[in-house]
T-cell receptor, first 114, second 117 residues
């Protein structure tokens, strides 16, 4: 069965410092992995996705994530946090092929302090 | 591109009434639309998958007679919460996949907050 675990429910960083949001997955099949961001009162926005191409995936707004099969991880990073990055982040897994269910992690709320 | 809208954004209703939520793909055709539910400070849970012109597929534990889904066209899906009760209060989010597009990518609407008094 597919599942995804976000290891931190809340992460707080200072503006300009690095961001690390952790995600581990479980999948019996070749997974597709995503990171979505949800700002208050707005729809989910896709940050990036991994679909068995390059293991280091670059997304929008300076975010990137690295797929590590040996660690079953897909952590999201950003070198320097911006105030506008404060939001809820979801790690999502599905297995490749067809319209498959997106399985969401519990979410990590990122707070960015001046 | 690939914008999904939902209407209404917020709705408050009395217990026992029915509420309809619309999900529209504004600039693309969506063969498949998905309905999610998000409780406060929790993640999204898939309720059902709807394909244009056919019956929706509901996830285990979701009452199909309570949450009626219609996907009559390639740009519109509706979710009707029938005989709503306070426990149905939640944030309902739809998503849509491009017809003929990458099957992994879903575009999400902004959500509808339902409060049942």
């Amino acid at each position: 069965a597919q599942s995804v675990t976000q290891l931190d429910s809340h992460v707080s960083v200072s503006e300009g410092t690095p961001v690390l949001l952790r995600c581990n997955y479980s999948s019996s099949y070749s997974p597709s992995l995503f990171w979505y961001v949800q700002h208050p009162n707005k729809g989910l926005q896709l940050l990036l996705k991994y679909t068995s191409a390059a293991t280091l995936v670059k997304g929008i707004n300076g975010f990137e994530a690295e797929f590590k099969k040996s660690e079953t991880s897909f952590h999201l990073t950003k070198p320097s946090a911006h105030m506008s990055d404060a939001a809820e982040y979801f790690c999502v897994v599905t297995f490749s092929g067809g319209y498959n269910k997106l399985i969401f992690g519990a979410g990590t709320r990122l707070a960015v302090h001046p | 591109g690939a914008v999904v809208s939902q209407h209404p954004s917020r709705v408050i209703c009395k217990s026992g009434t029915s509420v309809k939520i619309e999900c529209r793909s504004l600039d693309f055709q969506a063969t498949t639309m998905f309905w999610y539910r998000q409780f406060p400070k929790q993640s999204l849970m898939l309720m059902a998958t709807s394909n244009e012109g056919s019956k929706a597929t509901y996830e285990q534990g979701v009452e199909k007679d309570k949450f009626l889904i219609n996907h009559a066209s390639l740009t519109l899906s509706t979710l009707t919460v029938t005989s709503a009760h306070p426990e149905d209060s939640s944030f309902y989010i739809c998503s849509a996949g491009l017809a003929g597009g990458n099957t992994d990518t879903q575009y999400f609407g902004p959500g509808t907050r339902l409060t049942v008094l």
